[in-house]
């Protein structure tokens, strides 16, 4: 069904194409949320990667890789996004917090607090890097194929994200026990 | 808290956490924005040409191919070498399919669809002669750039190829991508080379020796770093993309950019003392890139260059 949507969206059927995404939309949606951690910022990346998936949809020649050029595209505006938000905020020294409102039931507040910062700290890729591999369950060859980098590379990057996101935590965890002692 | 195992612990379940259904209206605003899109036709994907030329460039571009497809038989065109030295033209199917056929990027003189055999270049500077299998289309024949590729988007998947002389490297020095030669860049086999590996938008593999037709060269692939941000908008106004090349024409022509979603593979051979690229244009995301590229390699392995130019 899904090989006849794509064909008829690879020759301009658009509502082929909408039906095609609306069964996507959400896991799509939920990873550009937590690549970027703001809900309109990943509505709007996701929208951004839905239009440039249609316009170069004609260029897909491997319909079983449809969704795998999907969530390549989406993960490739977020980190473009990230990379400009990050620009607009390099000075400020509390970055907001846009998480859930809903009071988290795995974690502690604490915990997902300082998780949000230090998540917040990291590259935009060591972002992605991480989301790839914790949410949507990526091995590293898979998160290889989405950024279009060797295996080895993305094992490396994957180490060096979880390092960067210990390293900020670390950071984070410093201050607030420094600031507790002298307070 | 930071132990290995523990923070994989706490990622999985902090990313289990948080929104996971999109707002209908977002798919709704979606379709309105794909109505007002179209999409593109599947060979300008791979690099752009031309796009962001003025449009008195673009003009003088295509009048300089008509006036070189009217004048066949003798003359040269922007330094190249004489077409009485050039092997026979196209068959007679080819020629005509080429009537009815729209070239790629606003160009003239690509023969279109390819019968099965023995084709030639007409305008490419450098001439060739090759051979393909059914399925093939010449979607570009101009003195700077030979390009083929295989027909219909439902085909399988095979990079399309281009080849590519009069190469300058370009200079990325705006979102808008003018083609503006890089100074103190050669164009020699080595140069390029070295400018894709220490290029900082570039993941590149180990150069190889390579050869075409007894002629010499290296061959290097490469993908768009995803760190890499800047944007090229007659490519892409969302995704970041690098500019490579442009050509030394007076003004340049040519300006080849590479999207994010591209894995290239430049072969890069010195031709009786002029630098050629033959390009295989595929997707980063293919599974086994070997695989796609054999087919457009074997097209490519039967190309015998010719005297001229």
Redesign the interface.
Known sequence: MDRELL?AA???D?AA??DL??GR??R???TA??ILRD?DGA?DA???A???A??????L??PD?FD??LT??LV??C??EA??ERRRTANLRVLPID??AAP????PIA??D??ERGFRRL???QR?I??LH??LGYAPSEIA??????PG?ARSRLFHA?RA??AA??AD?RVVLEGGRSA | MTHERDLERLLDSWFADGPLVVADRVIDDTAARIARQGQRPAWRLRSWRFSSMPSQLRLAVVVGALLVAALAGGVFFLGGGSRSSRAPSAPPSAAASAAAFDCAAETTGCAGPLAAGSHATANFAQPFEFRVPGGWTNIRDIPRTYGLEVSGVTAGPAPPIQIMTMIAVADQRSRQCEPVAKSGVGSSVDAIIAYVQGHPGLVSSAPVAASLDGYTGRQIDFTVDPTWDQICEPVDAFRPAVLMLTDTGTPPGRAIAYASDARVRWVVLDVNGKTLIVEYAGDAFWADFEANVAPAKQVVDTIHFLPGS
């Open positions: 064909a690879q020759h301009g658009e194409f909408v995404i609306r939309s959400n799509l949606f939920a949320y937590r809900i509505e996701l929208q951004d839905l239009v440039i249609w316009r170069d949809l004609r260029g020649r491997d890789r795998a050029w390549r595209l490739h505006v980190i473009a990379t400009r998480g859930p988290d039931e795995l974690l915990d997902r300082l998780l590259t935009p890729e992605a991480l989301v914790h949410f194929e989405t950024l279009g980098i060797p590379t979880h996101m210990r935590l670390d965890t």
